[in-house]
């Protein structure tokens, strides 16, 4: 039997290989290479299927993330609520810009950012709050967005692993201020290199283009200091090809997480992540918390199957962040030590999810791994 991997990239890219490969052979034959026709249709159709006005696209996600923050007048010396539980860019967006990111703690049956921490962290010098929708889950956006409207903050929502997920039947990427969003090749809406976008309102969507263009609204006509920050046509393609594919991929990410749930019930002392009620998530990562995470994951390892640990440590506790204090979180801290993710693609088949059930069962049972 064949191992089953945590993820597999190589199935996805097989579906798009007839249409995508006559796109990009009609890019090279017109040299159009940087915007043009294929980046105008994806910020058209993407923006469409937000259910939005208009979507900014740029160079990738942690661009996305800066730039929104620029279009938002972050400065030195601002504050922003930021989760301690998240990949390093939520944060490092922050700091990048010379402000200071406070880090809050997260639920402890979603890994999102906790409303409680949040509201605990503001200070007069707090200007907003960047929630991520973590693994595809939407957060508590009606809290946070209540907290940001009462103490007049902005919200920011880091949707990078949310294409798709919707919040009581609204998209994700619509509610704060401004969203941003990844299409690196892992993400439910990846390309084939590195990717990013924009959305959220039009006056502040009118600033990141400017900002990702060298600061130019019009050709050698600089308003302000700006970079470069453009998403390419060749990858664009790529998203053009995957965009219609989404609900039908997301739909199947829904279908494998209920029979892992299904095939995991009553196992042990393993807890998946529970689902928001109102939420409708899109389960970019299968995740489950465990005290007994590394024996796991080795266990499965033996056996053939591929993990991932999203993330191994909190962000407050990273090098980077030393010089900030932000005390004990230890929701954010003990999800570092137990947090495992399981095979997760729209690709894997039912029979390989059982397998990795079974694995799993073994282990809380006690026997071998089966070598595969």
């Known amino acids: 039997m064949s191992p089953v991997p945590q993820l597999d990239l190589a199935r996805a890219a097989r579906r798009l290989e007839p249409e995508l490969s006559a796109r990009w052979r009609a890019l090279v034959e017109r040299t159009a290479f940087i915007g043009g026709a294929e980046v105008q249709e994806l910020e058209a159709r993407f923006a469409a299927y937000l259910e939005t006005d208009e979507v900014v696209t740029v160079a990738d996600g942690t661009d996305a993330l800066v730039?929104?923050?620029?279009?938002?007048?972050?400065?030195?010396?601002?504050?922003?609520?930021?989760?301690?539980?998240?990949?390093?860019?939520?944060?490092?967006?922050?700091?990048?810009?010379?402000?200071?990111?406070?880090?809050?703690?997260?639920?402890?049956?979603?890994?999102?950012?906790?409303?409680?921490?949040?509201?605990?962290r503001l200070t007069a010098r707090t200007v907003g709050v960047i929630g991520v929708h973590l693994y595809g889950h939407p957060f508590a956006v009606d809290e946070l967005a209540a907290l940001c409207r009462d103490r007049a903050l902005w919200l920011v929502e880091d949707a990078a692993q949310a294409h798709g997920a919707r919040w009581r039947g609204r998209r994700v990427g619509t509610f704060g201020r401004l969203a941003t969003w990844s299409f690196y090749p892992t993400k439910n809406l990846g390309c084939f290199g590195d990717g990013g976008a924009v959305s959220g309102q039009p006056e502040l969507l009118e600033r990141v283009r400017v900002l990702a263009n060298h600061g130019s609204g019009e050709r050698y006509v600089h308003a302000e200091v700006g970079w470069n920050s453009r998403l390419d046509a060749l990858q664009a393609a790529v998203l053009n090809v995957r965009l219609p594919l989404l609900d039908g991929d997301n739909a199947r990410r829904r279908e494998l997480?209920?029979?892992?749930?299904?095939?995991?019930?009553?196992?042990?002392?393993?807890?998946?992540?529970?689902?928001?009620?109102?939420?409708?998530?899109?389960?970019?990562?299968?995740?489950?918390?465990?005290?007994?995470?590394?024996?796991?994951?080795?266990?499965?390892?033996?056996?053939?199957?591929?993990?991932?640990?999203?993330?191994?440590?909190?962000?407050?506790?990273?090098?980077?962040?030393?010089?900030?204090?932000?005390?004990?979180?230890?929701?954010?801290?003990?999800?570092?030590?137990?947090?495992?993710?399981?095979?997760?693609?729209?690709?894997?088949?039912?029979?390989?999810?059982?397998e990795v059930c079974a694995a799993v069962r073994s282990f809380v049972d006690g026997s071998p791994a089966s070598r595969r």
């Open 67 to 120: 730039l929104a923050l620029r279009a938002l007048d972050v400065r030195p010396g601002d504050e922003v609520v930021v989760p301690a539980f998240s990949f390093v860019a939520s944060a490092s967006c922050v700091s990048l810009l010379g402000a200071t990111p406070v880090f809050a703690d997260v639920e402890p049956d979603t890994l999102n950012l906790d409303p409680v921490s949040v509201a605990d």
């Open 257 to 354: 997480a209920g029979r892992y749930r299904a095939g995991l019930a009553g196992v042990g002392d393993l807890e998946l992540l529970a689902v928001r009620e109102g939420a409708d998530p899109v389960f970019h990562q299968l995740t489950l918390l465990t005290d007994r995470r590394d024996a796991l994951r080795e266990h499965l390892a033996a056996a053939g199957i591929g993990t991932a640990i999203h993330y191994p440590g909190a962000l407050h506790r990273q090098a980077a962040f030393a010089d900030l204090e932000a005390g004990g979180l230890p929701v954010a801290e003990a999800a570092g030590r137990r947090v495992l993710c399981l095979p997760m693609f729209a690709e894997l088949r039912d029979e390989e999810a059982d």
